[in-house]
């Protein structure tokens, strides 16, 4: 049952989502030319990173996930867990998880990581996410870090694929918290959080929501115009963008449930993520201009 519990303050759920998006950019980098030692070195220094940032943040966040009804279970709030050992377990996470970073894969990769970091626990934890509406679009930063980390790590540059990756996946976090917030609106209203629906309203949140995805959309396209992933990529890309969207647009009936439409797009937001990190991962292509500087 210890165990257990230095199990679940990481957030495993949190953990599992970056992997997935961790590897897709990988995969898309290495164009199957696959280094699996440094893929394990990646995503295992990642994902070690990602559960000291999510314990850390739960000692930050005890006092407001006591106020809500998904987080007061947690062992911080049930007090199964002190706030000591929770610190203690996040700092050697992080130490381990950075030092394989820096010794397994490049310094790029490495920054990519910390700067998630930083802004996950010292911008959006310690202070955006209380007092600002924007944190929303801070955390974005942080939670599109990973794709574009596994990218970094085989190519040691940033370059137009990464920042696509950055752009595509921040947009993304957008209307995916926007319908977590609608979804759980009483959580955050009691624990005096504002995010956008709690701060201007539901009707403003699904109208940032369908902008967003529109956003989103063109940014996943641009993956394929820029010649890094082929027209199956493409194809589901368009699918699922235009399916979010035409579900998004729902939210406008007057008979709606907002409650169930909010979790609807939740649940098809992870879909489209999860189809185009697998899709980004098997359609990869070799752009142009960097198989003009090869031959």
Do not use: E
Not at 57 to 84: E, F
Not at 169 to 175: A, D, N, V, Y
Not at 222 to 246: I, N, R
Not at 280 to 295: E, G, I, K, N, R
């Amino acid at each position: 049952m210890k165990l257990k519990r230095y199990l679940l303050v990481t957030k495993p759920g949190i953990i599992f989502g970056n992997l997935i998006s961790a590897i897709g950019g990988f995969l898309l980098a290495a164009q199957g030319r696959v280094d699996w030692a440094l893929l394990l070195a990646t995503v295992t220094g990642l994902s070690l990173v990602v559960a000291s940032g999510c314990a850390i943040n739960n000692c930050i966040d005890q006092d407001i996930d006591a106020k809500m009804a998904r987080t007061r279970k947690r062992v911080l709030v049930t007090g199964a867990m002190t706030t000591k050992a929770a610190l203690a377990h996040g700092v050697v996470l992080g130490v381990a998880g950075f030092s394989l970073l820096w010794f397994c894969t490049n310094p790029l990769a490495t920054a990519c990581v910390l700067a998630g970091f930083v802004i996950y626990v010292g911008v959006y934890s310690l202070h955006m996410k209380r007092n600002s509406v924007y944190g929303t679009l801070v955390g974005s930063l942080s939670g599109a870090v990973p794709p574009v980390a596994g990218y970094c790590a085989v190519t040691g540059s940033f370059d137009m694929g990464a920042a696509i990756l950055l752009l595509m996946f921040s947009l993304w976090q957008m209307p995916h918290s926007f319908a977590i917030a609608i979804f759980r609106l009483q959580d955050y209203q009691a624990a005096g959080i504002p995010v956008l629906p709690a701060v201007k309203g539901i009707s403003k949140a699904k109208q940032q929501i369908v902008l967003y995805i529109l956003a989103f959309a063109a940014a996943t396209v641009m993956l394929a115009l820029g010649g890094y992933v082929g027209y199956g990529y493409l194809a589901v890309a368009c699918a699922t963008s235009l399916w979010w969207l035409k579900m998004a647009l729902s939210g406008y009936k007057q008979d709606v449930d907002d409650r169930v439409w909010a979790r609807q797009m939740f649940v098809f937001s992870i879909v489209t993520i999860t189809a185009l990190s697998v899709m980004m991962a098997v359609d990869f292509q070799t752009p142009a201009s960097v198989a003009a500087l090869t031959v």
